[in-house]
């Protein structure tokens, strides 16, 4: 299973989550900001860090890359995409997930390994863990708020789309402790914790994070959601 | 030559934090009075031509799909009187 992962100027975690896919048992692609061929991969990785230096607001210059405008409109046809941190922010950016990920409410910049809840697992990239279970993920920004109107929030809770959510603190003034959501069909996914940095027990706080890769590929092969 | 300004502000029922530290350091600073302090952005667009109506368009689309995120911000448009 070919997994892309796209490289934007400032991207930083893209190395990190290119080995997560090929010890999830993938075939990582690196794909190109600037290029809008996909290589042909079955499911695509927005990793964490700045693009754009983060200029204008996190993911908004990212967004309008060659590349995206391909993954937006593949990922209308059910491309599996997983957008982490700065991923995340990109998603939401170009409207593939709702809401908007605002400066930390308490300002600084959170870096800490993170205890979550798993609640939504019949996504392409959830789907190996169990409803309810708790993980361990490193969780690492500046601009992690996730921000709704309530009636979004509604929905999104309503219709099971929260994918996962902060446990024992808030890191960043979350709405409703949000840590990851889902479109519907459960193609999409955007988390702001880092599962790309728990996929070792030398590096990680646990290797809880490889879930998410061994998902999609269970998805892609038939055996997932 | 012509400019636009372009004013982008989270909208009021979006924490601003940064606004919030802003007005802690304006008590530091033994300045007092103030109930609340927002903080926004301002792009100065300084045109090649008059701003006719197609330009005024063509930046009222960047304000609200670039410069704005519709979802936390709004904005306000505005041609500056030529010096």
Known sequence: MKIGVVTFPGSLDDRDAARAVGLAGGDAVSLWHGDDDLKGVDAVVLPGGFSYGDYLRCGAIARFAPVMRTIVERAGQGLPVLGICNGFQILCEAHLLPGALTRNDHLHFVCRDQRLRMERVDTDWTNSFAVGEEIVIPLKNGEGGYVADDATLDRLEGDGLVVARYLDVNPNGSRRDIAGISNPSGTIVGLMPHPEHAVESLTGPSTDGLGFFSSTIRSLVGIGS | ?83
């Not at chain 2, 029922?13 to 009075?33: K, T």
């Not at chain 2, 005024?56 to 709004?74: D, Q, T």
């Open chain 2, 1 to 83: 030559m012509p400019r636009v300004v372009v004013d982008v502000m989270l909208k009021p029922e979006i924490l601003d934090p940064q606004g919030r530290a802003v007005m802690g350091a304006f008590a530091r600073l033994d300045v007092h009075g103030v109930a609340d302090v927002r903080q926004g952005k301002r792009f100065e667009i300084t045109l090649e031509g008059e701003p006719t109506d197609e330009v005024l368009a063509g930046l009222h689309r960047m304000a609200e799909e670039l410069l704005s995120n519709p979802v936390i911000e709004s904005y306000t448009l505005r041609v500056e009187d030529a010096q």
